[in-house]
Nanobody, 113 residues
Framework: QVQLVESGGGLVQAGGSLRLVCVGSGIIYATNIMGWYRQTPGKPRELVATIKPSSTDYAESVKGRFTISRNYTKKMVTLQMENLKPEDTAVYYC????????WGQGTQVTVSQ
């Protein structure tokens, strides 16, 4: 069973930075995609960024501001978020795609104007 634990959310002013960390346990292979998604009330969960060996993918809205990285040995994925905007406010979820999608419990990010 895969378990994911996120940390690093919080309240920040617009233009500020936050770093989200997700630590996984269980069987997560290096070839499995890991990533971050976010969700606001009443809206579907949306892709923020994903990473696998030699490949990253970002939502257009975060390109140039967010950076995803991964420590394959520690099964850890981080999301460095710079120049945050109020529209980045959401619950951020870590995802590991093995035989199915496994999700963390989510961490709240709130960006004030």
């Amino acid at each position: 069973q895969v378990q994911l634990v996120e940390s690093g959310g919080g309240l920040v002013q617009a233009g500020g930075s936050l770093r989200l960390v997700c630590v996984g346990s269980g069987i997560i292979y290096a070839t499995n995609i890991m990533g971050w998604y976010r969700q606001t009330p009443g809206k579907p969960r949306e892709l923020v960024a994903t990473i696998k060996p030699s490949s990253t993918d970002y939502a257009e809205s975060v390109k140039g501001r967010f950076t995803i990285s991964r420590n394959y040995t520690k099964k850890m994925v981080t999301l460095q978020m710079e120049n945050l905007k109020p529209e980045d406010t959401a619950v951020y979820y870590c995802d590991a795609r093995t035989l199915k999608d496994f999700w963390g419990q989510g961490t709240q990010v709130t960006v004030s104007q």
